[in-house]
């Protein structure tokens, strides 16, 4: 049976990527993100290729999630690939200037809001006794740097509930792979550095920074790996990458 996924974040970056490439598959898909707007054009372009449903709510609103979740229709209920995308990195900075409102959407969105959504889709998958969460980390949740503590703790929290999600579910036929990019050439940086685009260009100059759509191909990789095989943890660098902040710059 064709599956269904449910995606956060889908109307832009890796997650639109990652839609899009589902798309080629047939997957039937489930497009969720913050701005009407961008949602159904994506289903406009996507449902070309794939039945799509949208769903606009933000990770962050805990009852806007499980509202959002829990009214799906009857035949978009059964979500077998959740993708865990939704996330950002909001300012940079040393600790102790550091902006709290910013420490509270980094740690509200890529960990609480992550969890949100986990907690309304999981049940569906022990139910069924399979399913397939995806849970995009980073490099950073792997490796601190500095001025960049709270985004880092945010991704190191991802890292540790792939662990745990993978210890909990295993035994309900669920995979989890736990996804860590590096530089990847998105509104990542313009969002991070607060809309300063000549800042945020200079984060990719000099050596080609990993795409979207690279990311996807490998969660495609993952999600149509044989029944017996789970990939469990990729780490993806761009070439001239060797760690979170060493880039071989020409
Ligand atoms: C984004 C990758 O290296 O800019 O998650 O933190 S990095």
């Not at 961008?38 to 806007?64: I, K, M, P």
């Not at 397939?132 to 709270?150: M, P």
């Not at 550095?193 to 260009?201: I, L, S, T, V, Y």
């Not at 979207?212 to 495609?220: G, L, M, N, W």
Request: a negative charge.
């Amino acid at each position: 049976m064709t599956p269904t996924a449910l995606i956060t974040g889908s109307t832009s970056g890796i997650g639109l990527a990652i839609a899009t490439a589902f798309s080629k598959l047939k997957y039937r898909l489930i497009l969720c993100g913050r701005r009407q707007e961008r949602l159904d054009e994506l289903q406009q372009t996507l449902s070309r290729d794939s039945a799509c449903y949208t769903l606009n709510f933000d990770v962050r609103d805990r009852a806007a999630v499980e509202t959002a979740i829990a009214t799906l229709p009857a035949d978009w209920k059964t979500i077998d690939i959740l993708i865990n995308n939704a996330g950002n990195a909001h300012g940079m900075g040393p600790i102790h200037e550091g902006d709290v409102d910013d420490w509270d959407a980094m740690i509200d969105g890529n960990v609480k809001g992550l969890l949100y959504v986990t907690r309304a889709v999981a049940p569906g998958m022990v139910a069924n006794g399979h399913g397939h969460i995806v849970n995009i980390s980073s490099i950073a949740g792997k490796q601190t740097y500095a001025n960049g503590g709270v985004y880092c703790a945010s991704k190191a929290a991802v890292e540790a509930l792939s662990e745990g999600m993978r210890l909990d579910l295993t035994q309900y036929g669920i995979k989890i792979t736990n996804v860590a990019p590096g530089a990847v050439e998105t509104e990542f940086s313009l969002v991070r550095f607060k809309g300063d685009e000549a800042r945020a260009a200079k984060i990719y100059e000099g050596f080609s920074p990993l795409t979207a759509t690279d990311i996807a191909d490998a969660v495609v990789y993952a999600v149509t790996a044989p029944p017996h095989v789970t990939i469990a943890d990729m780490t993806i660098l761009a070439s001239a990458q060797a760690a979170a902040t060493t880039i071989h710059r020409k």
